[in-house]
Nanobody, 115 residues
Framework: QVQLVESGGGLVQPGGSLRLSCAAS????????MGWYRQSPGKQRELVAQ???????DYANSVKGRFTISRDIAKNTVYLQMNTLKPEDTAVYYC?????????WGQGTQVTVSS
């Protein structure tokens, strides 16, 4: 198993940027897939971006070209760089790890995009 702790959320104006961090309790290199999901009130949790063990990335259409997922294996940390933020990006963002035997979630970090 792995424990995940997100940080970096906050209030930002439309057009602004934020970088979210997800610190894992153990080496992330061996984890099949790590990703970021988000959930806003009244909506289902949705995939935002993910990165595989091999380094391949995938993004939701709504964030392509604006968000970038990356990882620092030495720091056991996955990042989500969010640029050109829009009010519709407002949500709780969750870090996720999926491996053969488990799926783990962080506690979430709130991102609010508002003027």
């Amino acid at each position: 198993q792995v424990q995940l702790v997100e940080s970096g959320g906050g209030l930002v104006q439309p057009g602004g940027s934020l970088r979210l961090s997800c610190a894992a309790s153990r080496n992330i290199f061996s984890i099949n897939t790590m990703g970021w999901y988000r959930q806003s009130p009244g909506k289902q949790r949705e995939l935002v971006a993910q990165i595989t063990r091999g380094g391949s990335t995938d993004y939701a259409n709504s964030v392509k070209g604006r968000f970038t997922i990356s990882r620092d294996i030495a720091k056991n940390t996955v990042y989500l760089q969010m640029n050109t933020l829009k009010p519709e990006d407002t949500a709780v963002y969750y870090c996720n790890a999926v491996d053969l035997a488990y799926m783990a979630w962080g506690q979430g970090t709130q991102v609010t995009v508002s003027s």
